[in-house]
């Protein structure tokens, strides 16, 4: 349990952005897949990331462990798992969704579970797209979600994936398909959630040498005839993590400079900066660094964040604090994170006096005098840091279950305590 005290005055204050949980997942995937060494330099130690290591080193993956690295002994697109494998994979919904195709490339079955929350995210339309392209996936418990047992082979071809619930199910076939036994065409009929996700996994699949060709976000054309190589691999700064500093500059007032971060990455949460921009703050970049800063009152906005889903809750946080009403679009997919973070979020800002109204695929927050009180996140790691940084402005926030934020940010805590004091 966590009391976050207001924060008397402004900040000033300078951080370094940890790694980012997303390429680090991709980076360990992809290395295990390849031939040859990987070494992952700065890669993020979270839950979620280990369950990841645990999960390739069960499937027959050598995976080294130090503070600053990580080596991956690729399998060369061949695991050699011994029996029917089970992997637990936790509350990692990025874990389970990756690896899933993964069993395609499996010597024996695979079972994917996770906790009973994960037993509510949907896995169907990944399921039926590793159906389509050679798998035997099952259901086990309840028809469209984990735990699936997969078995088959990955023999390519065209298929169809309705991305609409999550990006994942087309990374995970994008990532897996360079090892498919004919080129893999994968056709996206309408717009996926989370759109940038896809892009990260393009960016670090083409770097690891694989070969894919995309008519926008539409169409991809993955080759069968260029596998992964290791090499070294450094990951970028996390620009969801990073999001929560940002949101502190413009809650309390003052600057924050966030550092090892690329301003010029395809991560879909560097669009938060620019819904800072448009509410009053001033933000700059340099060349390895991005500071925000506000004087002036917050403004309302009407803003997109499909893309920037991680963010979400962290905007809403910052648009409690306006002085006109902001509404937040792009959200529905939402619903199927590590909980329902629409009503969640809706839920504990009605708790502490905001006046929230939901509607559809989008939620917009009314200037409301907000008091303290407590917080359970449901063991949801990104409404736990959200609430925390509404706490420095509002003051008397206990957040409950503090330690669920070790799921993508270990040092979350270490970090703020040096703006609470």
């Keep these: 349990m966590n009391i976050i005290p ?10 370094t952005a940890p790694p980012s949980k997303s390429y680090t997942h991709r980076a360990l995937i992809i290395g295990a897949l390849g031939t040859g060494l990987t070494i992952i330099e700065q890669p993020l130690y979270a839950q979620d990331t280990q369950l990841t290591i645990n999960a390739l080193r069960i499937l027959g993956a050598t995976i080294t462990e130090k503070p600053d690295r990580i080596t991956v002994d690729g399998c060369s697109g061949a695991f050699s798992n011994p029996d029917l494998t089970i992997l637990d994979l936790g509350n990692s919904g990025t874990s389970l969704r990756l690896l899933a195709s993964l069993a395609l490339l499996c010597r024996y079955p695979v079972i994917l579970t996770g906790s009973a929350r994960m037993q509510e995210r949907p896995v169907g339309p990944l399921a039926q797209a590793l159906y389509h392209l050679g798998g035997l996936p099952e259901y086990l418990k309840n028809a469209g979600y984990p735990p699936l047992k997969v078995s088959g082979h990955l023999k390519g071809g065209s298929v169809t994936i309705d991305g609409t619930m999550s990006s994942q199910f087309i990374s995970s076939v994008l990532i897996a398909s360079p090892y498919a036994e004919k080129e893999v065409e994968v056709i996206i009929p309408s717009p996926p959630a989370s759109q940038s996700y896809i892009d990260i996994t393009l960016d670090v699949m083409r770097a690891f040498g694989a070969t894919v060709k995309q008519d926008d976000h539409s169409r991809f054309y993955v080759s069968n005839l260029r596998h992964y190589t290791g090499r070294m691999y450094r990951v970028e700064g ?14 309390c ?41 506000r004087s002036g009152s917050l403004q309302g906005i009407t803003f997109d964040m499909s893309s920037s889903p991680d963010t979400v809750q962290t905007l809403c946080m910052v648009a409690a604090m306006a002085k006109k009403p902001t509404t937040i679009t792009g959200i529905s997919h939402l619903k199927f994170k590590e909980s329902d973070r629409i009503s969640g979020t809706a839920e504990r800002l009605r ?54 934020v070790s799921k993508s940010f270990p040092g979350f805590w270490d970090s703020l305590a040096g703006v609470m004091k």
């Design 253 to 293: 007032g003052g600057r924050v400079t966030v550092h090892n971060l690329v301003p010029q990455s395809v991560q879909g949460d560097r669009r938060f900066l620019e819904a800072l921009r448009l509410m009053g703050c001033i933000v700059k970049y340099s060349r390895n660094a991005v500071t925000v800063e």
């Design 6 to 15: 207001p924060r008397a005055g402004t900040v000033d204050m300078d951080i």
């Design 238 to 251: 996390d620009f969801s993590s990073s999001s929560y500093f940002f949101a502190i500059a413009a809650i």
């Design 351 to 404: 708790a502490l006096g905001g006046v929230i109204q939901v509607r559809d695929d989008q939620i917009t927050i009314f200037p409301s005098p907000l008091h303290g009180g407590s917080i359970n996140p449901a063991d949801d790691h990104r409404t736990a840091m959200s609430f925390a940084v509404l706490g420095l402005g509002i003051g008397g926030v206990t957040i409950t279950n503090a330690e669920c």
